[in-house]
């Protein structure tokens, strides 16, 4: 079992930055699959980023340049990096995690993933 725990989110104006943290607890383990999501009210979930089990770091197209997504030293917390806010990034930002896969976690579809935190809202608004 491993639990989640996501932190960070709030409000912001349109051009600041918010770092979101994912903490991992239980029976954690570098070999997963790690990601960041997201949901607006009335949209479907969408892929921020992720993270393999080698540490590469993708970044979904939507958010390159203004995201990024690394893990601290320990492997056990996930930070969401985010600048140039902008109102449609307002959502609820989900950390979760898939242990059948450990590579290309982008593509791995959300409904795969096992484990999910309570999320963070974000909102983006002058």
């Known amino acids: 079992q491993v639990r989640l725990m996501e932190s960070g989110g709030g409000s912001v104006q349109p051009g600041g930055s918010l770092r979101l943290s994912c903490t991992a607890s239980?029976?954690?383990?570098?070999?997963?699959?790690m990601a960041w999501f997201r949901q607006a009210p009335g949209k479907g979930r969408e892929g921020v980023a992720s993270?393999?089990?080698?540490?590469?770091?993708t970044i979904a197209d939507s958010f390159k340049g203004r995201f990024t997504i690394s893990p601290n030293n320990a492997g056990n917390t996930l930070f969401l990096q985010m600048h140039l806010l902008k109102p449609e990034d307002t959502a609820m930002y989900y950390c979760a995690a898939d242990t059948t896969h450990r590579e290309w976690c982008l593509l791995v579809p959300d409904n795969t993933y096992t484990y999910w935190g309570q999320g963070t809202q974000v909102t983006v608004a002058s």
């Open positions: 993270l393999d089990y080698d540490d590469t770091k």
């Open positions: 239980g029976h954690t383990t570098t070999s997963v699959c």
